[in-house]
């Protein structure tokens, strides 16, 4: 009947012993009232005494065992028995009468309970002002003369020590010495279970009265699992088997249903923990131990992720919007400088106007290409980057690709050379998409190649997929860079490659088309020694299998494999 919230074993066993004295003293106290003073009163008022007796010491001790409160209780107790053992003493003839014997109870009862001496010290004084207070009420008292059988009380009261000696010096010699399970479970602050073979618990620690509200023996046989939410018994059960099959340890998290009233403010009953099993001779041993923390930080994962998705989104419909605004004005300016240029309205009375117009205009297409890049790279983010898969011959997009770029080769003496594999033939894929890689990845080639040197395009079919690349014998990426390539506004920095133009959007948007294809994308490079990008993509075209929303990574991935690169390694 003791409290659940009462952990301590002192405390307990202290409520455990008044409990037990409200529930079985009525049976002394009433029939000595009935005896020396109802009897003489009358019926009426010896039933009268009798409820009361018992009404007030078990409503005191289910008071304590719904509380667990005992120190009120207990000085109203300690002040009733005072003044009832007043009315006995002065009812049976005063200090003359074997009564008085009783008054030795509240002391010796008291120090029962709180097994202290300043506990015996308090019923000692109680005892004395019952004697006291015995003058003043006998004369309200039908008084009757010391008598024999008056010791028939002390001697009753004194034969229920018989059995209640062994349990205190029990409980004397528990306070010396403190079990080893009790400090195990102080310092780990979780349940110390003992498991069969068939996962029956055979033994709970007293620590589940304060992490579980729940006693011991509510755990027992199928306890336990009766109180896991259905949800997470399979994992329960799994870990169970795991352990019979030989396994040294086993973890998992799952919910236990509390008593109502215990789980705080929310709907649900059930609480998050933790079970660790390990093997101890024929059974388990599982420590059951609080989980919130861990079910917090998930939360708050998850909060996190949310935030980041919406922020995001944001970002793409917001550059989404301003390339669409910028987009507007750059037509207008490209088209009146090509006007202009034509000398449609009159020619240029100074050379160098012309010369500023065609700046006005190269700067307007330049800019109109950026804006078209932003464009793209956030609808493929954003997921409306729709691939438009059709059959072509991929030597076609090849030799589109070489007529664009040559006159840019020329320009740095750079030769432009394919090498295209006969059984190439035709890939199912977007072909705007893929002239867009080839475009990108040969621009970037030709642009960080010195005068004189050379760029390739190659591919072959192996199986089921496609392999082209772009090779240049251009300055090379140092590896400590290879993990930056794909980032979108990402270039590599150093004083050579700074003295190029360029966004740092050709790569990303390469890298987001090529995932849209579910294909994969490679690089192999060194300072010096040139860069080779390998794309490889499925001849018959996307399954579907692609997530529809590819989003480009904008922050340092941790390894290579999550900047989506494929493969990086440098060449020797």
Known sequence: MVHAGVTDQAARRSQRRFIGLMLAAPFLFASAAVVLVT????????????????????????????????????????????????????????????????????????????????????????????????????????VEAPTAWHWLFPVAWGLTWLPRVRGLGRSLADDDATPEATRLEDIIDAVVLRLAQNGEVLEASAQSRGLLKLAPELLSGNGLFDRIHLADRVAYLSSLADMREGAALRSVEMRVRLPRGEAGDGASNHQPFRLDLMRAGDGFVALLRSNEEMQDLKHALAGARESAAGADVAKGRFLAAVSHELRTPLNAIIGFSDMLLNEIFGGFKDPRQKEYVELVRDSGHHLLAVVTSILDVSRIESGAYSAQPEPFRFVDAVEMCQSMMHMQAEAKNIRLTTQIAADSGEINADRRAVQQILINLTSNAVKFTPDGGAVSIGSRRIGSRLHFWVSDTGIGIAEADLCNLGKPFMQIQNDYTRRFEGTGLGLSLVKGLVSLHEGTMSVESAPGEGTKVTISLPVDGPKGNAPKSTVLPLTQPRNEKEAGLGSLRKTA
């Open 39 to 142: 009897a003489r009163l009358g019926a009426d008022v010896t039933v009268a005494t009798i409820f009361a007796i018992f009404g007030l010491s078990w409503f005191t001790a289910l008071l304590v065992a719904a509380t667990g409160r005992l120190m009120p209780a207990a000085g109203v107790a300690l002040g009733a028995g005072a003044v009832g053992l007043a009315g006995l003493v002065a009812a049976g003839g005063g200090l003359a009468s074997p009564l008085v014997i009783l008054a030795l109870a509240l002391s010796a009862e008291a120090f029962w309970i709180g097994n202290s001496r300043r506990a015996a010290g308090i019923g000692l004084a109680a005892a004395l002002a019952a004697l006291v207070l015995q003058f003043a009420l006998a004369p309200l008292l039908p």
